[in-house]
């Protein structure tokens, strides 16, 4: 394929998607990272879209959000790998919600023989992949459908969330940075994930390397609120996203990256509730171990003080019993 062929169809596919990584580029062109990089580059230099870490987006500085048959055919392999990390951060009876997004589909898929679980979900997609899960039970908010992603939005949902409590939401976005945490492009669905979120004592949000340093237009979970992060492993040459990471656990964020073997092909065996070519034989799962403060639970210091004080104190005490006896 010639370069102006190979450009076009770049071209082409980041003003239907709005955003597409560098790797899914390569796939599609049938060419490698370092030609799809120099082909963005020139694209970039004519003002025809923009760059961002490790992959490229509509220009203007934020990405529009793109339709769940163009999100859906993105990063498959990526996904997986993210999903099937973050389907072993769930327990057994655990409540949890999902929000929307093809990421967290790919979740749910996982989630579906995790016995005694609730999913409280406004996700019409992350229901249905449990809706045949007998040990699963599926609650739904309520709300206004909107078609671009299946998701229920609007006051509808957020009032089906107040009082509700459980242990772990799970989101996905449009993008992730540091300075912001995780944002979306669309303003209803970004208030029905804040609303997620402050229902749930922890925030895991799953995000593959393209999103990250990827700002959009509206914040859906500020970077102090995000208990862990679930991402892939990002290209060797991406400096930037390395740098992203970094900030983010310098704020506390508990970082864990997926990596499936073979690029994200089953080679035999699987994970439970995978469909199809998206099962992954084997997972290596990364805990990075990049510097940064860590979240103290509260009254955790006080009970430590507590603690220190009555070891101390018994201390004495027997030190004064010993000195007693040696007197008589």
Known sequence: MFAAERRQLILEMVRANGAVSLRELARVVQTSEVTVRRDVRALEAEGLLDRRHGGAVLPGGFTRESGFPQKSHLATAEKTAIADLAAGLVEEGEAIVVGAGTTTQELARRLARVPGLTVVTNSLLVAQALAHANRVEVVMTGGTLRGSN???????????????????????????????????????????????????????????????????????????????????????????????????????????????????????????????????????????????????????????????????????????????????
């Open 150 to 328: 299946y998701a229920l939005v609007g006051s509808g949902a957020e009032q089906s969330l107040q009082g509700l409590r459980v242990s772990k939401a799970f989101l996905s976005g449009s993008g992730l940075t540091a300075e912001r945490g995780l944002s979306t492009s669309n303003m209803l669905s970004a208030s029905v994930d804040r609303a997620l979120v402050q229902a749930a004592a922890e925030v895991v949000v799953l995000a593959d390397h393209s999103k990250l340093g990827t700002d959009t237009m509206f914040q859906t979970v500020p970077t102090d609120v995000i208990t862990r992060l679930v991402t892939d492993e990002s290209p060797g040459h991406d400096d930037r996203a390395a740098t992203e990471l970094q900030a983010l656990a310098d704020q506390g964020v508990q970082i864990t990256v997926a990596g499936a073997s073979g690029g994200g092909a089953a080679n035999g065996g699987g994970t439970p509730g995978a469909s199809g070519g998206e099962s992954v034989a084997r997972q290596q799962r990364r805990d990075v171990p990049l510097p940064g403060p860590r979240r103290q639970v509260p009254g955790a210091a006080a009970g430590l003080r507590s603690a220190t004080a009555l070891s101390e104190q018994n201390g004495g005490a027997e030190r004064a019993r010993v000195a007693d006896m040696r007197r008589r």
